[in-house]
């Protein structure tokens, strides 16, 4: 077995253990009690969640990404790099076979990520917010997530660094469930409660009200 | 050791921590775990704080309030909280913790839910804060002024100790008052009129302090031809067990309301002009009860709006030509999604009506919410935080600042004097009364 085959093994490996580590997760979180909200409602909850998840992730849509829309934008690009890096992973035993055109924009777009994420360390280090708040955790986290979309990036233009990039994905994947990264599976929880939430109560998401100006 | 937790009370015992630990895992539902996981620590809800907008510090961020009861959530539940507690900042509760949440927790968040409202991975810190001053309270630290409001509340039925004597004494005082100024001896206050299709509720300082409100509130009703009431077994619309996080104690207090409201069969609870008090019985009460009320709840505001919008009286907005701007109580706006209702309200009983910058649901909290005025031994803090409400209302040059909640009313006062603010502050409702053309009925 060649290299690249014994780490795309390796690879997989750390992936069905973050796996079983986010299902784990999950577990816990659904055997917990679930607050349902007995008030008369106001508006529709069905509306609030679906702002949450469209209208609401917009960058005007919230003083706090209107005031920081370049770190918000940053956040985007890095989490898009993410995505990218995870479609080029499972792509990977072709990637020589990728229409020149799609490779270009792959390399820009995990190049776009890798720099956002390591930007993010910096910034986290330089502000004195960001820097009160962080734990080492988020530095590290954010250091291997970049790492693995510089590895799709590294890999796009060099297949021959391909047992990079699975080496860090078996190590990321395998952190996942243990680091801030599992963040990506509470995310649709906490952005549906707040939906239900607030749209419950006629706050976000609803049409027009009869006493609008 | 700050000194004003030096008190007994205040100093951690194995069997206190035990207590707290064991309210956490108690409340530890999905959308409590979920708020506690999901924060990335961005630190983009900074400036959605007025306490970071007023004094920008790190301490101030609502991200750093909520890391400090997630350090001990991580302790308890995370596995590396466990094994690398250093790795992932988890912590003990112990007595320096103990410390850090009475100072988060109780001396510098309102539980305004801007920070919720701008998080851009809906961080229910909120939730988390509310949390923190529940176990707080079951290892007996509330603090003294909210603890003692909340106890007089559950013994007297209001939590200004008010007699039913003293109570009906002002109600029929304020009837005379009214009959006199609008010499016209139809107009009434009832009292535990069964069968009223309202039963309006009231703040006990309303009662003690400025029943020239409740004379608004009935001049409204009046003209509107209401059939309403105020019911003698309980009227205080306030619960600060929604403070402190005690649900025991809150579901008592909600209690209290809906046995009233049912013993007089009525259709309608109007909570008064009271943001807290609204959101306690309006969104909380039902759930801290266990089931749906038979009656609908609403605030004051809504019902304004609703008999402006009816054409149930007539309005002459020329007795109000003084620029008019308002401050949205959070707990009415951002936590109840009533906004459009008082822009309408005054839109008709005013002619000069400015918005203050930002309003509605981002609107700024005032700095008297989640109890901050019962606790006394925040004040200083709560007045240097107030800074971002007193340039926002400054910015408007209004001569009036409209509120509908006795703890902005309160607090607004104090921020006008402290800031020298040439301002009067007053209710929606007088207003809306002092707008009425009265037609003798």
Request: one cysteine or more; glycine letters at 8%.
């Amino acid at each position: 077995m060649d290299w690249i085959v014994t780490t795309r093994w390796i690879a997989a490996a750390g992936l069905v253990l973050g796996l079983i580590g986010i299902l784990m997760r999950l577990g816990d979180i659904m055997n917990r009690p679930f607050k349902k909200d007995l008030s008369r409602e106001r508006g529709r909850a069905g509306r609030g969640i679906l702002y949450a998840f469209t209208l609401g992730m917009a960058p005007w849509e919230k003083e706090s990404t209107r005031l920081h829309w370049f770190l918000y934008i940053r956040g985007i690009l890095f989490h898009v790099g993410i995505f990218t890096a995870f479609g080029v992973l499972f792509a990977s035993p072709w990637i020589d076979q990728f229409h020149q055109a799609l490779k270009v924009v792959l390399v820009l777009v995990t190049g776009a990520g890798a720099l956002a994420g390591f930007a993010g360390i910096a910034i986290r280090l330089h502000g004195a917010n960001e820097r009160a708040l962080s734990i080492p955790d988020d530095y590290f986290s954010v250091f291997v997530c970049s790492l693995f979309i510089t590895g799709a990036f590294v890999s796009l233009l060099a297949p021959a660094a391909l047992p990079f990039f699975y080496l860090v994905t078996a190590f990321m994947g395998a952190y996942i469930p243990l680091s801030k990264i599992r963040h990506c599976v509470y995310f649709f929880y906490s952005k549906f409660f707040f939906g239900a939430h607030f749209g419950h109560r006629g706050v976000i998401g609803q049409s027009r009200s009869k006493y609008a100006e | 050791m700050d000194e004003r937790f030096t008190a007994e009370r205040f100093q951690l015992t194995p069997e206190k921590m035990a207590v707290g630990l064991e309210v956490l895992r108690k409340r530890m539902n999905r959308q409590l775990k979920a708020s506690l996981e999901v924060c990335v620590r961005c630190g983009l809800c900074a400036e959605s704080c007025h306490y970071y907008v007023s004094n920008p510090k790190p301490e101030h961020v609502p991200a750093f309030r909520a890391e400090q009861l997630r350090k001990i959530y991580r302790r308890l539940e995370d596995p590396l909280g466990k094994s690398a507690p250093g790795w992932i900042a988890a912590a003990d509760l112990d007595q320096e913790m103990v410390e850090m949440l009475l100072l988060t927790a109780y001396g510098s968040c309102t539980m305004c839910g801007r920070c919720v409202i701008n998080c851009p991975m809906g961080v229910d810190t909120r939730l988390i804060m509310r949390t923190a001053r529940a176990m707080l309270t079951a290892m007996d630290m509330t603090p003294e002024g909210l603890k003692a409001t909340v106890n007089v509340h559950l013994e007297t039925g209001n939590n200004m100790g008010v007699t039913t004597e003293d109570f009906v004494e002002t109600v029929e005082w304020m009837e005379e008052e009214l009959q006199a100024e609008l010499d016209d001896p139809s107009v009434k206050i009832p009292l535990d009129k069964k069968g009223a299709r309202v039963v309006y509720t009231l703040n006990p300082r309303e009662v003690k302090y400025f029943p020239y409100l409740l004379q608004a509130a009935a001049k409204i009703f009046n003209a509107a031809g209401e059939n309403w009431t105020l019911s003698t077994e309980s009227w205080d619309a306030t619960n600060y067990a929604l403070f402190n996080g005690d649900d025991a104690a809150a579901k008592k207090l909600a209690q209290n309301l809906e046995r009233a409201v049912n013993h007089l069969r009525a259709d309608v609870l109007v909570m008064a002009e009271c943001g807290h008090g609204y959101r306690s019985q309006r969104w909380e009460g039902e759930n801290w009860v266990g089931h749906g009320y038979p009656f609908r709840v609403m605030s004051f505001v809504e019902l304004q709006a609703q008999y402006i919008y009816e054409k149930r009286f007539e309005l002459d907005p020329t007795v109000n030509s003084q620029r008019v701007t308002f401050h949205d109580p959070c707990n009415q706006a951002r936590n109840g999604g009533i906004v459009d209702e008082p822009r309408y309200v005054l839109r008709h009983v005013c002619t000069d009506f400015v918005e203050m910058t930002p309003h509605g649901v981002e609107n700024y909290c005032c700095g008297g919410g989640g109890g901050m005025l019962s606790m006394t031994d925040f004040a200083k803090e709560r007045m240097a935080a107030a800074k971002a409400k007193a340039d926002q209302i400054a910015a408007t040059g209004a001569k009036i600042v409209a509120t509908s909640c006795h703890n902005c009313l309160d607090q607004l006062d104090e921020i006008k004097r402290h800031y020298k603010l040439d301002v009067k502050i007053q209710n929606l409702s007088e207003l809306t009364s002092a707008a009425i053309v009265w037609k003798k009925q």
